[in-house]
């Protein structure tokens, strides 16, 4: 990134006696070449004042020897810029550009751009005219680190520092990342920034860039505003070019990309570089992380949310994007909405599926907002981006709200969050996906493919009385849990932590619970694989939660309820879920779609933070000692206060008695 740059470090390397340390020496005194010049020249510094960019230019000349072939190959790693020499006056040097040195260049991964300079350009024979661009067209077109091509003489001092002008150019304006000379038009990624920069002009988001929107952009960019005259001018010079880029309401995209065209075009790439960077644009037209503030969370327990300005800006582009106005946005309005992006954040994971769709695979609004809602919960940086990519040009500061502690919440009794993560634990094949699954409308399958990482599900939830909440499941694989609970602050972003279980195997469970928590064991358990790993995973969790003072709600879900199970078993299960302190078991078949309020009584749990935490035994006995220590002080502060009282009496009343 230009403003971070400190300094650039220039390379040069080529065949021996191709001239390269003649055009260093040249480069470091411009009046004359020195007759005598050593093998390899120390480095040289040019001040930064040397060229316009106000940044110092180190040169580096290099051996071709096999001797000094290690030096080499450390100096081209450390390289921001290579210059690679051939000689004029020697056609073999300029084959070995591709026979060796390219080659080199990729097996050492040199990934700096590179300018070809052919030296010695006085001794080239005059009877054998060649033609530069014919030369170097091959070579550009298999080498896509070339940036430049230019020949000079360090003898008669032609085009000397030139060399070094474009190579400092290539670096700080290359033009292999936003333009293909071959087809002479603006690269994919260059457009979609470009796409994203006349958004966020568009004020008025009507499609084009008025006189008064184009002179913002001039100035912001420039410091140099255009006269009426000048806009005149330019609109017509796009017209005459490309049609569809004015209308009568001003530039369109399509005039405004072709204008950062045609400088290209002309050799330009610095106009299109500063434009670019203006905007907070990097080398790889992402924007960078300084031009995208977002809140600190100042503890692990808190959350970030979008704003309802926010979410009202997100609702505008889901209507402006659906076009068939069905409340639904397809796969390729999706594509055209995110054009303007580097990419779709929405086509991997953890966000690919995991939002509501309707049976023609449309998004919703709904999942649209939804998606936003993990995305920033998730990734608050990479939200932010993309909203700016999309042309919202508000305040980031009323982008996000950090939310209230989770601790403070379960002392105040209550969250104000508007979004709330659940995760869902369990043993394999107990429902877990299944019930994701549901959550998002998709219909049952039969068919059993195991969860290899963890995965998202999130949607809005629809409250009596009409308030909404996004809800966000997070599957965490029985294999995944001991690695997420390694980290002790796993469960600070967890608002309810629900426990999936297969109905058929709940007496295991119930067994599992009793033994875990109450020391008491009224069941055998018939299925021993089952009930050692859940024996695992709740220990795991309850404990965690209780030594890292994250403590969440806990709901038990007994999965498959469209098969049978014994009356007892429910009974049971009710018994021990009293002795816990937390909600009975809820029993759900996601094959019939039976859910009992399940979605509404997890939103429940996460409002009441304070309830349905479950205490280990060592947890119960911890608080009750608590509580036997407070009582005590207590006890003895009444018993101090009353002591006092009395004394305060006895000699109020032995007072009374003297005066008397």
Known sequence: MTRQRIGIRVVVVGDRSTGKSSLIAAMNDIDSVPDAIPAVLPPI??????????????????????????????????????????????????????????????????????????????????????????????????????????ECSAAAQIQVPEVFYYAQKALLHPTYPIYDRDTQTLKPLCLRALGSIFNLCDHDMDGVLSDAELNEFQAKCFNAPLQPSEIAQVKRAVLENEPAGVNEFGLTLRGFQYLHSFFLSKGRPETVWTVLRKFGYDDNLRLRDDVLPVPARQHPDQSVELTSETVEFLRVIFELYDGEKDGALSPSEVDNLFDTAPESPWDEAPYKDAAEKTAAGKITLNGFLSEWALMTLLDTRRSLANLIYLGYHGNPASTFRVTRRRTVDRKKKKTERKVLQCYVFGPKKSGKSALLNSFLGRPFSEDYSPTASQSYATNVVDLIGGTKKTLILREIPEDGVKRLLANKDSLAACDVALFVYDRQAIISYIHLILQTFTNLSLFSSSDEYSWKKSKELLMAVAKEGEQSGFGVPCLLVAAKDDLSSSPIVVQNSIRVTHELGIEPPLSVSVKVRDSHNLLSRIISAAECPHLSIPESEIGKSRRQYWQLVQGSLTFLSVGAAITIVGLAAYRAYTTRRNSS
């Open 45 to 150: 510094n040019l001040p930064p004042d040397f060229f316009d960019t106000g940044i110092p230019v180190t040169i580096i000349d290099t051996s071709s020897s096999m001797e000094n072939r290690v030096k080499l190959y450390d100096e081209l790693k450390r390289a921001d810029v290579v210059v690679l020499t051939y000689a004029c006056d020697q056609p073999t040097t300029l084959s070995r550009l591709t026979s060796f040195w390219f080659q080199e260049f990729h097996r050492l991964e040199v990934k700096a751009p590179v300018v070809i300079v052919g030296c010695k350009l006085d001794l080239r024979d005059e009877q054998y005219p060649i033609s530069l661009d014919q030369i170097m067209a091959p070579l550009r077109k298999q080498f896509r680190q070339i940036e430049t091509c230019l």
